[in-house]
């Protein structure tokens, strides 16, 4: 999913094109992916999630193939957007089947160690970009891409007949399932929140290795080991979920995630070395993800009976924020540069945490 933001000064040499036109080989995969979640809710909720999932490994196996093969940067943004709308039922289906076998009260912890498993693919992504830009090319990462969605689909093919189709709310349309998801007014809230979210954090991390590259003229390798170590953070948040949810509850994770997240990106648009960027990546993704997973968990239970609808809609807004927000965030790095990207991502963010946590103080326990 990531694995194209170390790859940006490679593409913008052996192109020849400008930054903002190969950071289109992240945005378009962000944006198909959003929209691609209107088709895979419903499926997942009719068909079953995990034959669902299985089908979109398999795709990506050789959209992954056409993004190593694309002969232009045309071609390669235009593999990449495929490969987003392979991709997008992957893990928002993924929750959902969590939401459906497990209770809400051990539920963000379980979504924790699940995001350990997207920390492990983050990370590699990020490194197998910067590593394959240095030494072996840029179009070996889309090669390892595509054996390892392989691995995935093997494995989860065996899996899938193990469990059903879903049966609650199947006979709904689509259309229905919006309705009866938007009556209520909190996913609305979760929505819009994780939309901006998405923009606010996305729009900087993309842009990371290239501020490091650029600033400090450091390779390609060392320049991904920031984004590599905002990983670490969701991870080492993901050991310590229970703990900190005991302590802080809800919404004090979401205020001291978003305090996380601002002292990080304002440490990144004043920072004098490359050095200092590794410990505030990491402590980037600690914020992030103590934030993300709150949203993540409401959105689980936003509508148990259309659950894989609401948690694609929820995925959805995520990736368009994601899209919108690496669109912005090109054209000023190429304006007025990336400092300045940092520090309006770090302001958004502060207000959409306020307004979360006052959001979650509000909502009753019984609606949970």
Not at 59 to 84: D, E, H, K, N, Y
Not at 260 to 268: E, F, K, R, Y
Not at 304 to 309: E, F, K, M, Q
Request: with cysteine; aromatic share 10%; proline share 3%.
């Amino acid at each position: 999913m990531r694995a194209c933001d170390s790859l940006l000064p490679a593409l913008v040499r052996g192109f020849g094109v400008t930054t903002g036109q190969a950071a289109r080989t992240v945005s378009m995969f962000a944006l198909a992916y959003g929209l691609m979640q209107m088709l895979y809710g419903p499926l997942g909720d009719r068909y079953g999630k995990l034959p669902v999932i299985a089908l979109a490994a398999s795709a990506s196996v050789v959209t992954s193939l056409g993004a190593m093969l694309a002969p232009g940067i045309g071609w390669l943004i235009g593999f990449r957007a495929v490969s987003g709308a392979a991709a997008a039922a992957i893990i928002p289906q993924s929750m959902a089947w969590i939401g459906d076998q497990i209770a809400y009260e051990h539920r963000q912890a379980t979504l924790a160690r699940f995001l350990m498993g997207q920390m492990l693919g983050f990370i590699s992504g990020q490194l197998l970009g910067g590593v394959c830009a240095d030494f072996l090319g840029w179009r070996w990462t889309f090669g390892f891409l595509a054996a390892m969605y392989l691995a995935a689909a093997v494995a989860l093919w065996a899996q899938a007949g193990r469990f059903g189709a879903a049966t609650a709310g199947a006979s709904l349309g689509f259309g229905r399932r919006i309705v009866a998801i938007g009556r209520d007014s909190w996913p609305r809230v979760i929505f819009a929140i994780v939309f901006f979210e998405g923009m606010a954090v996305f729009g900087a991390l993309a842009f990371i290795p290239w501020h490091l590259h650029h600033r400090f003229g450091v390779s390609l390798t060392l320049a991904a080991l920031a984004p590599a170590a905002f990983g670490l953070g969701g991870i080492g948040y993901a050991l310590f979920t229970r703990r900190l949810l005991a302590r802080l509850r809800e919404a004090g994770l979401v205020r001291v995630g978003a305090a996380c997240l601002a002292i990080a990106l304002v440490g990144l648009a004043l920072g004098g070395s490359w050095l200092l960027a590794v410990p505030e990546s990491a402590l980037l993704g600690i914020g992030y993800y103590m934030l993300h997973n709150t949203l993540q968990t409401n959105a689980t239970q936003m509508a148990p009976a259309n659950r894989g609808t609401a948690v694609s809609l929820f995925a959805s807004c995520f990736f368009l924020g994601q899209s919108t927000g690496v669109s912005i965030a090109s054209a000023m790095v190429e304006w007025i540069g990336t400092p300045a990207v940092f520090t309006a991502s770090a302001l958004l963010l502060i207000t959409l945490a306020t307004a979360f946590a006052a959001a979650l103080r509000r909502r009753p326990a019984a609606a949970l």
